[in-house]
């Protein structure tokens, strides 16, 4: 459960009851780079838009191919998307279904950090909903600095300004020096 004291709306706090009352734009990015990486993407998106919390209008990338970043050696190459919907419903239980579909595609949950993987989903934002505490952070700490995730974003909204952030994510991309490439795979899947 996410506490009063770790979570706030930018520009004030949100008590703990105002989840589930508000739809939220909500983000999820999605990699693999095992298996057949593109029917582990679709499945996992499929998989997301049938949460009951999720409404539409239900948004997706195109899918990138890019490189491993800080994975063992001679790790494949990485597909990845992101997805955006209307959500209804509190962030935590999101992310506990996130989890789900992750096991599901059999992603352990006690492997080792930055390993490959049939399937990685992130939360990137719920909203403007800042949280912080052992179990989520939103928004993602990290998803400004990684190209994978901004490329896509870029895709569904170029001008949009993350939650925490003061340029947009076109701005935020042009200015990314991370190494590798991010090579559009496919439109429409």
């Known amino acids: 459960m996410c506490w009063a004291s770790s979570c706030s709306r930018v520009g004030g706090p949100a008590a703990i009851s105002d989840y589930g009352r508000n739809e939220m734009r909500t983000a999820v990015a999605l ?20 949460f009951a919390e999720v409404q539409p209008p239900v948004v997706s990338s195109a899918v990138y191919e890019t490189e491993p970043i800080d994975c063992e050696p001679g790790a494949a190459k990485f597909l990845n998307a992101v997805v955006e919907f209307n959500y209804d419903g509190d962030p935590v239980h999101l992310l506990e279904q996130l989890v789900r579909i992750e096991e599901s595609l059999g992603r352990m949950r006690d492997h080792p950090k930055n390993i490959s993987r049939t399937i990685d989903l992130d939360l990137l934002y719920c909203g403007d909903l800042q949280i912080n505490n052992e179990r989520l952070q939103l928004a993602h700490p990290r998803m400004h600095l990684r190209k994978f995730v901004l490329q896509p974003l870029a895709d569904i909204h170029p001008g949009f300004v993350l939650p925490g ?6 701005e ?9 490439e991010v090579i559009r795979f496919i439109d429409a899947w």
């Open 31 to 50: 990699g693999s780079n095992l298996g057949d990486r593109l029917e582990n993407l679709r499945v996992a998106r499929r998989h997301i838009i049938e």
């Open 172 to 180: 935020l991309l042009a200015e990314l020096k991370e190494p590798g």
């Open 165 to 170: 952030q003061t340029r947009t994510v076109r």
